[in-house]
């Protein structure tokens, strides 16, 4: 089988702060590259307004005329203010991100040679997300223990050859120049996705690119903005992600101004380990 060609992209913040110049050179990449999928990691938008989802699902839908696309929402995607007491997952804060693309928050797309797995971390304010540092409010994610058993028992059912990819909005490395987690209990959180059963974890939300492993076993694409607030003022980057039988790449492709075009640059390599996926877990709890 040749390799399963992954676009990993996120952070466009489309409304104050996106590089329109940007979006279309992602437009025109995945048009030549035809990769299987194209996974879009939250924060489409800038404040859940609806001509900013308009824009990002006309951008969802120009990508999906040359491969399928998945797409989960991000901090920046929830109306958290619509419901913040009682704490609890209030359908009302995802409503308007639900009109454009659809009730389910956390997708699965299957294919022959791909399956992506989508899992919901951004929630607003919520006990579970809150942390003892103000900054976290409403930015931090925090990922369910029922949402691990969803997605683990779905990839147990997928077939033997497909790739597995995992989903989600907040970065569950530590950011290189930020040292900033995205998700609280992120320890915990880390420990439950070793268990998933994935070949590779796609995430975002620290607006730098990024690759790495949990605990030296589950690749990790950690992918950047394509606004002008970067960390360190770093050109924008996205990744693409080759897996094949043995191994998973990813590799950072940088914004030339000057140019227009982003290029191929740092490229990581990480043997593929699925970790233990014995028995179904129960979903609830």
Known sequence: MSDVIIVHVADLHFGRDADLAQVAAIEKFVSELRPDVVCLTGDLTQRARHGELQRGLAFAQSLGRYAPVHVIPGNHDVQWWRAIFPFGKARVRWRKFSQYFGDDLAPVLSTPRVVVAGLLTSYGITWKSLTFNLRD?????????KEVARVKNLLMGAPPAAVRVVTLHHNVLRGQISRRMGLSRWRTAQKRLLTIGA????????HQEGA???????????????TGRTRGKRPSAFNVIHVDKQAVHIVHYRWDA????????????????????????????
Not at 212 to 226: A, E, F, M, R, W
Not at 276 to 282: E, G, I, L
Request: charged share 15%; net charge negative; glycine share 14%.
């Open 137 to 145: 409010l409403t930015v931090k994610g925090h990922l369910p223990k």
């Open 258 to 285: 000057a140019e227009g075009l982003f290029h191929p640059s740092t490229e990581s390599v990480y043997a593929r380990h699925r970790g233990p996926t014995d028995a179904p877990v129960p979903v609830g709890g």
């Open 199 to 206: 070949d590779v974890i796609l995430c975002a939300h620290d």
């Open 212 to 226: 790495g492993q949990i605990d030296g076993v589950l690749p990790v694409s950690t992918t950047g903005t394509h």
